[in-house]
């Protein structure tokens, strides 16, 4: 049995992960999963949301260690996670994630990629701190092979998005680089693009990188053949 720590990404909370949870109890896994600071039921005002409290919201939620999975911008606050924590943490899991790397932001990361296509539905908050993603694209960008009814679900959750994580360049050394880590590619992507995520993990050990026909939101697409991986990569 592996204990997983789901960890979700922009604009989500732990209630994108309601059809994985199941899937990994039946194969029998411990899996759990958290609202990161100012998401979810998570009272913390966006305005005062940093990288460092995703990071440390990580790591208070670890009581033993675990196989760690960011999805999308959750890439960046589980890397903290290990740079700052490595003993609580046996595989980092990157979800059609920003694999971190070591002095750059997420912003700086999503500029490199060869498109952008999430950019065309953002629309920022009036105070310029967050932003939001417009719900009529949604389905578009997130969820477009995903089953009936998702869109009206997740459309009634989502949340704004903090800045300020997503623009902190993150600082990572030898801690971050002990843990073993695997990427989970998603190839009909429209949020980061498959190429990207290619390249993100260009020189990973091939073990170490699967591939899955989805788009940006594989737990609600295909949460039985996401826990397949999972548990593929639990049991090495």
Same mark, same amino acid.
């Given at each position: 049995m592996a204990d997983f720590l789901l960890i979700h990404g922009s604009c989500?909370?732990?209630?994108?992960?309601? @059809?994985?949870? $199941?899937? !990994?109890?039946?194969?029998?896994?411990?899996?759990?999963?958290?609202?990161?600071?100012?998401?979810?039921d998570d009272p913390t005002p966006y305005a005062q949301v940093s990288l460092h409290d995703y990071a440390q919201a990580i790591i208070d939620a670890i009581d033993t260690p675990v196989y760690l999975v960011g999805h999308s911008m959750a890439g960046f606050p589980i890397t903290l996670a290990a740079q700052l924590a490595p003993e609580r943490i046996t595989r980092l899991i990157y979800l059609c994630a920003y694999a971190a790397q070591d002095?750059?932001? !997420?912003? =700086? #990361?999503?500029?490199?990629?060869?498109?952008? $296509?999430? #950019?065309?539905?953002?629309?920022? &908050?009036?105070?310029?701190?967050?932003? &939001?993603? =417009?719900?009529?694209q949604t389905a578009q960008v997130f969820y477009h092979d995903c089953p009936e009814g998702t869109v009206e679900y997740a459309n009634a959750r989502l949340c704004p998005q903090p800045i300020a994580p997503q623009a902190t360049p993150i600082t990572l050394g030898r801690q971050a680089a002990s843990v073993p880590r695997s990427y989970i590619r998603c190839d009909d992507d429209r949020t980061i693009p498959p190429e990207y995520q290619r390249q993100m993990t260009e020189g990973w050990p091939s073990q =170490?990188?699967?591939? #899955?026909? &989805?788009?940006?939101? $594989?737990?609600?697409? @295909?949460?039985?053949?996401?826990? =397949?991986? !999972? @548990?593929?990569?639990?049991?090495?």
């Open positions: 989500h909370g732990a209630w994108c992960w309601r @059809d994985l949870l $199941p899937e !990994l109890h039946a194969r029998g896994h411990r899996a759990r999963a958290i609202d990161l600071p100012g998401h979810g002095g750059k932001s !997420l912003v =700086d #990361m999503r500029r490199e990629a060869p498109r952008q $296509p999430l #950019m065309q539905a953002v629309r920022k &908050t009036a105070d310029g701190l967050a932003f &939001t993603v =417009d719900p009529a =170490d990188v699967y591939a #899955m026909p &989805t788009g940006h939101s $594989p737990f609600f697409a @295909d949460p039985a053949g996401l826990a =397949d991986i !999972l @548990d593929r990569i639990a049991k090495g």
